[in-house]
């Protein structure tokens, strides 16, 4: 199984969105994929979900690793694609430095996830790099890093990709897989020349070639429970995804069941 935090340094990049949506697009390649919600305000839950609030999820199975994992599964109508919710203890340590207990109780959840034979986990995780995200990126194969398009918001990148690289020394095997580019808006200047500085700006492996553009379907899609490429009109997110997915494949040195199969 390959495991993938999905991690911003602050919050309203479209964090979920490319979680939900990434995920989305593994499961229908035919790869078996858990998403969790290890964001404690519930953002995959609520948007996938309406009962989230009531399901038993992540964070109870970290106050109690002795809680039975199909109680935390919530299947979708894509047999490919489960997920387990944020769940009720929310009074778990979100702050602070990783320390050996908490990496302990994800690396545990992780290894459950794995012996379930699921091919691919994400794990959409709270803002910043600190407490349970350092945790989840410790236990993880790789991490990828959303960024909104816009002048300030590129500022901070570095300084992200530095807290990053301080966390390999806790765990020298993490991929990191990059920046994706989210919230683009081609008829908007700021946003276009925020694509052409972080290219500039970063090494050519650390930013992925695809670009998510800002689009009103992302929330009729999430008011609809559903992924984008559910939509009617979501054929174009559909192929914004599998070029994400494509990407990542290659970083990983994976293959799609589809492809494995033709």
């Known amino acids: 199984m390959i495991s993938i935090a999905v991690s911003s ?4 990049v ?6 939900i949506n990434l ?23 609520l948007s996938l979900t309406r009962q989230s609030r009531l399901l038993s999820g992540f964070y109870d199975y970290l106050a109690d690793p002795g809680i039975p994992f199909e109680r935390l599964l919530v299947p979708t109508r894509l047999d490919t694609f489960s997920l387990v919710a944020s769940g009720q203890a929310g009074d778990y340590e979100v702050g602070g430095a990783p320390t050996g207990a908490s990496l302990s109780r994800v690396r545990s959840f992780l290894r459950t996830v794995e012996a379930r034979d699921f091919d691919i986990c994400l794990i959409d995780t709270p ?6 995200t350092a945790d989840v990126i410790c236990s993880s194969d790789a991490v990828l890093v959303p960024q909104q398009a816009e002048p300030l918001g590129i500022r901070s990148v570095p300084k992200m990709l530095e807290g990053l690289n301080r966390l390999r020394v806790i765990h020298p095997g993490l991929a990191v897989l990059g920046v994706v ?41 999430s008011a609809r429970g559903l992924p984008i490429g559910v939509m009617e009109e979501g054929t174009g997110a559909l192929a914004v995804f599998d070029s994400l ?4 494949e290659a970083k990983l040195n994976i293959t799609s069941k589809a492809a494995q199969v033709g």
């Open 9 to 12: 340094q602050k919050g309203g």
């Open 245 to 248: 997915r494509s990407e990542i």
């Open 14 to 19: 479209g964090k979920t969105t490319v979680s």
């Open 127 to 132: 803002a910043g790099l600190f407490g349970l």
């Open 181 to 221: 580019l989210t919230m683009v808006q081609q008829n908007m200047e700021e946003s276009r020349e925020s694509v052409i500085a972080l290219r500039n700006l970063l090494p050519e492996e650390l930013l992925l070639r695809t670009l998510v553009p800002r689009d009103p379907l992302f929330v009729k899609a």
């Open 23 to 45: 995920a989305h697009a593994f499961a229908r390649a035919g790869f078996r994929t858990l998403l969790v919600d290890a964001d404690p305000q519930g953002s995959v839950g």
